[in-house]
């Protein structure tokens, strides 16, 4: 009975002094603690960073080595496949020794000997990203284009597949703005290849019919997505954004930062054909996020009205007298499938009727053919009565 006290004893007095000593740890000891995590994540980042930059450079070596036996020793494919065979059974469990990899290495070499912008950034692109740029983009305008926005965007290689399948490079291209004649040179350089002539909102899962305010609730529900379609470089402010205004209330749909030229951006949802009036209202939001929003440190708000449809015509003079940059662009939701290729298709009805199994039975004593629905199977049974 002594010894289960003594033990008792000794429990509760450990349990006090740790109790104790998390106490007493000293002020600074926490902020210490994060700092350490702080550091050591960042070194990991930049060991990644290192090692994928090793690992980048040893590739353009290999495309280099293996470029000039094609050219100058006119090696065929069959010495590639050998050479990747045989590498990858020096390195088992390595995939960058594929036969498709080694092309790879030998189309980036060759890339980066006429395009140094592209070369420069390749230091900070994985190898995944530089194979996908490399294997699916021959114009040299528009490989920059989509490496540039991988690396100011942070695009992961399935987001980067995403926009070269949707196109960002064309929509961008003809983007209607008055960037130029309302904003430094150095500012409209970076938002003229920022914003697109059409956004694709795919993600939404909207019907072919729509409100506005139904579109702008779908946005927010999906503003991950929204944000990386819209360039990945702004930051999520609120919605129905109020202005005040000599009493009187004013709403702007969407209201973004851009983190970059550090200005506010505000958003205006139409669901029909753009009119002129609509970039007169958008001054308007400007002005006054300017007078009462923006802080002195940032530079003036700029605007982009998302429209389901426009006429370039009528764009063009609306933005011409427009004071406030601003842009015009349209935007395409992508349902399930297009109304026009309803009335394609067969109803649930009818498909059901294909799928519809018969069973055949033939009476040979009366040479006549039976039939009856039988559904579960793809067979169809042939059965024959024996005559009498």
């Known amino acids: 009975m002594q010894k289960v006290r003594t033990l008792t004893k000794m429990t509760k007095s450990k349990t006090i002094k740790k109790k104790v000593n998390k106490d007493i740890l000293p002020a600074s000891y926490k902020k210490l603690l994060e700092s350490i995590k702080m550091q050591a994540r960042e070194a990991?980042?930049?060991?990644?960073?290192?090692?994928n930059q090793e690992m980048v450079s040893f590739y353009w070596a290999v495309g280099k080595a293996v470029h000039q036996k094609l050219?100058?020793?006119?090696?065929?494919?069959?010495?590639?496949?050998?050479?990747?065979?045989?590498?990858?059974?020096?390195?088992?469990?390595?995939?960058?020794?594929?036969?498709?990899?080694?092309?790879?290495?030998?189309?980036?070499?060759?890339?980066?000997?006429?395009?140094?912008?592209?070369?420069?950034?390749?230091?900070?692109?994985?190898?995944t990203h530089i194979a996908l740029l490399?294997?699916?983009?021959?114009?040299?305008?528009?490989?920059?284009?989509?490496?540039?926005?991988?690396?100011?965007?942070?695009?992961?290689?399935?987001?980067?597949?995403?926009?070269?399948?949707?196109?960002?490079?064309?929509?961008?291209?003809?983007?209607?703005?008055?960037?130029?004649?309302?904003?430094?040179?150095?500012?409209?350089?970076?938002?003229?290849?920022?914003?697109?002539?059409?956004?694709?909102?795919?993600?939404?899962?909207?019907?072919?019919?729509f409100s506005e305010r139904e579109l702008e609730q779908a946005l927010l529900k999906k503003i991950n997505e929204f944000l990386v379609e819209m360039g990945g470089v702004f930051t999520y402010i609120g919605n129905q954004f109020r202005l005040t205004v000599d009493g009187d209330d004013f709403f702007i749909d969407v209201l973004l930062f851009h983190r970059r030229l550090r200005c506010l951006v505000a958003i205006e949802l139409k669901i029909g054909e753009f009119k002129p009036e609509y970039a007169g209202k958008m001054q308007f939001y400007l002005s006054a996020l300017n007078e009462q929003v923006k802080q002195p440190e940032e530079n003036p708000s700029i605007g982009i009205i998302l429209c389901k449809s426009k006429k370039r015509t009528i764009v063009e003079y609306a933005l011409k007298t427009a004071q406030q940059p601003m842009a015009v662009a349209t935007y395409r939701v992508t349902t399930e499938l297009p109304k026009n290729l309803k009335n394609e298709l067969p109803?649930?009805?009818?498909?059901?009727?294909?799928?519809?199994i018969k069973e055949v039975i033939f009476q040979s004593s009366t040479g006549k053919l039976q039939s009856r629905k039988k559904s579960g199977k793809r067979v169809v049974k042939v059965t024959r009565k024996k005559a009498k």
Not at 44 to 51: G, I, L, P, Y
Not at 90 to 101: A, D, Q, V, Y
Not at 347 to 354: D, G, I, N, V
């Open 134 to 209: 490399v294997g699916q983009i021959k114009d040299k305008e528009k490989l920059n284009f989509y490496a540039q926005k991988t690396v100011e965007q942070n695009w992961s290689v399935r987001i980067l597949k995403h926009q070269i399948e949707l196109k960002a490079f064309e929509r961008t291209a003809k983007t209607q703005t008055n960037f130029k004649q309302t904003l430094p040179q150095k500012n409209e350089k970076h938002l003229s290849s920022a914003v697109k002539d059409e956004y694709i909102f795919d993600f939404l899962g909207l019907q072919d019919e």
């Open 44 to 51: 990991q980042s930049r060991a990644v960073e290192k090692v």
């Open 71 to 127: 050219y100058k020793e006119n090696w065929g494919n069959a010495v590639i496949e050998t050479l990747s065979n045989d590498l990858q059974k020096e390195f088992k469990g390595s995939l960058g020794f594929s036969k498709s990899n080694i092309y790879s290495m030998v189309s980036f070499y060759r890339v980066t000997l006429e395009n140094p912008i592209f070369q420069s950034l390749t230091g900070k692109l994985s190898w």
């Open 347 to 356: 109803t649930p009805e009818q498909m059901e009727s294909l799928f519809e």
